[in-house]
């Protein structure tokens, strides 16, 4: 019965580790390719699956002995070399905070292709970005939104003018309570604000044109997005 149950743990293990392998190759090609339109054009995203060799564990069919527990065999590493010619190392020891933030987005938008959250919640995703690169990180979490609920907390304009609905929490400290409220903006009330999170004055006619602008791009975006809609 040992013997047995040994048999189909062996079976199991090298199963799963197969499916995890071919998983891994599949969302490593597919996270690359968001970063490579996240302004990390050289980047290169990989899923290391290894086993770890012990004296007491598991013998595998290529006579192998490795550590188990109840995940299986494997140990599951996310990598990036963020550029060509870097070797690729863990995430979590040499990525930048820009760089954690389109990882960690880049993975959110591969993933929800197959099983999408009700609801995400993005806090300050666009650390450590700016640019061309906010507004494709803003062009990520509308396509987010296209299957779920998205909640974004963000101070860049080119993020912001992606929102279906766009929300200010402002704080009045008049008085000797501090009291803050939640605004919806829209218009050109909506445009002032941009303009100010572009550029802290809301009455610059520069501020003003480049919010226009903004604005224009993400309205592009979302009938681009319709049209592709009612054409599937």
């Known amino acids: 019965r040992i013997s047995d149950s040994l048999t189909g743990l062996v079976a199991a293990a090298s199963s799963l580790s197969t499916l995890r392998s071919q998983a891994a190759r599949r969302l490593a090609a597919a996270a690359t390719a968001e970063l490579r339109q996240l302004a990390m054009p050289h980047a290169a995203f990989s899923v290391e699956v290894r086993q770890h060799e ?3 564990g598991l013998a595998l069919p290529d006579g192998r002995i ?3 527990g109840q995940d299986g065999v494997d140990t599951v590493s996310f990598r990036l070399a963020p550029h060509q010619g870097a070797t690729p190392s863990p995430i979590g020891d040499g990525a930048s905070g820009g760089e954690l933030s389109r990882i960690m987005l880049a993975l959110e938008v591969v993933l929800a292709e197959s099983d999408p959250p009700a609801v995400f919640v993005f806090d300050e995703v666009d650390a450590g970005i700016g640019g061309r690169t906010a507004v494709e990180v803003g062009r990520r979490l509308a396509r987010l939104a296209q299957r779920s609920q998205v909640l974004v907390v963000t101070h860049l304009a080119q993020v912001a003018v992606f ?3 766009h929300v200010v929490v402002r704080k009045d400290s008049r008085g000797r309570v501090t ?4 605004v919806e903006v829209a218009g ?4 002032r604000e ?3 999170m572009l550029s802290g004055q809301e009455q610059s006619t520069a501020a003003l044109a480049h ?3 903004l604005l224009a791009v993400a309205r592009g975006d979302e009938a681009a997005g319709h049209s592709a809609e009612a054409t599937l």
């Open 54 to 56: 012990t004296g007491n």
């Open 211 to 213: 919010a226009a602008e």
């Open 66 to 68: 490795v550590a188990f």
């Open 194 to 196: 941009l303009a100010r």
């Open 188 to 191: 050109e009330e909506r445009k």
């Open 179 to 182: 009291r803050s409220s939640v």
């Open 163 to 165: 929102a279906g609905q």
